[in-house]
């Protein structure tokens, strides 16, 4: 992905891939790992940015509100929006998109900082001639806000995280979640390599002018 290489980017981005029962999607089987120990989401995603290729169900989750949110647990009290609820489902199959590709996925998530969010807002209203409205909760990030909601909405949104994927995860104070739809990826990411490089060029053309008017 030339995402990646275009900012400098230290940590992969992740593709999110939903396998239900009745699954028909071809994808190397042998290449995913089920986690030896259980662990949260936030976890497996860090893993899964840092190379890995895994294939998480119920029951692999330390965290009960990943497993809920991710729609293998049902909640005790109804959730709205912020929670996948779809039925069949077996598996989630979490891979670094530059290293693996399923046809088909449902969303990417990066890992940010607040510079690349300026450009994904600015490619985004560029695209769509409207603001890009986020929800946030702080008390299920991951899982729900850049994962189930935009899965579920089919709408790109952010995380500032919560606290225990800072902790347990071990992501950066400075580090932002982003979920994209799948669909959206390519025309998103061409508009803001646009917006980068036009801004070099702005950057130089006026660092020229100061220097001429010295």
């Known amino acids: 992905m030339k995402l990646k290489q275009a900012y400098n980017m230290a940590l992969n981005p992740v593709g999110v891939k939903l396998i239900f029962n009745n699954n028909e999607t071809k994808y190397d089987e042998e290449l995913f790992k089920s986690p030896k120990k259980k662990e949260r989401y936030c976890e497996f995603i860090k893993r899964v940015s840092e190379g890995e290729f895994l294939k998480i169900k119920n029951g692999d989750f330390s965290c009960v509100t990943g497993e ?3 729609g293998f647990m049902k909640p005790k009290h109804m959730i709205l929006d912020m929670r996948l609820d779809f039925r069949g489902l077996e598996y989630i199959l979490l891979f670094p998109v530059n290293k693996y590709n399923i046809e088909n996925c449902e969303s990417i998530i990066l890992i940010v900082n607040p510079k690349i969010c300026m450009d994904i807002v600015e490619a985004y209203v560029k695209i ?3 603001p890009l409205n986020i929800v946030c909760g702080t008390v299920s990030g991951i899982c ?3 994962t189930a909601y935009v899965i579920k909405r089919n709408e790109i949104n952010f995380s500032f995280l919560c606290s225990g994927s800072r902790l347990f995860a071990g992501f950066d104070d400075c580090d932002l979640l982003c979920g994209i739809p799948y669909g959206m990826t390519n025309e ?3 508009k803001m390599l646009d917006i980068r490089e036009n801004r070099k060029l702005d950057y130089q053309l006026a660092k020229e002018y100061r220097d001429s008017i010295k």
Do not use: D, F
């Open 188 to 190: 998103l990411i061409k």
């Open 68 to 70: 809920i949110m991710l």
């Open 144 to 146: 729900s806000e850049v």
């Open 128 to 130: 769509y001639k409207k």
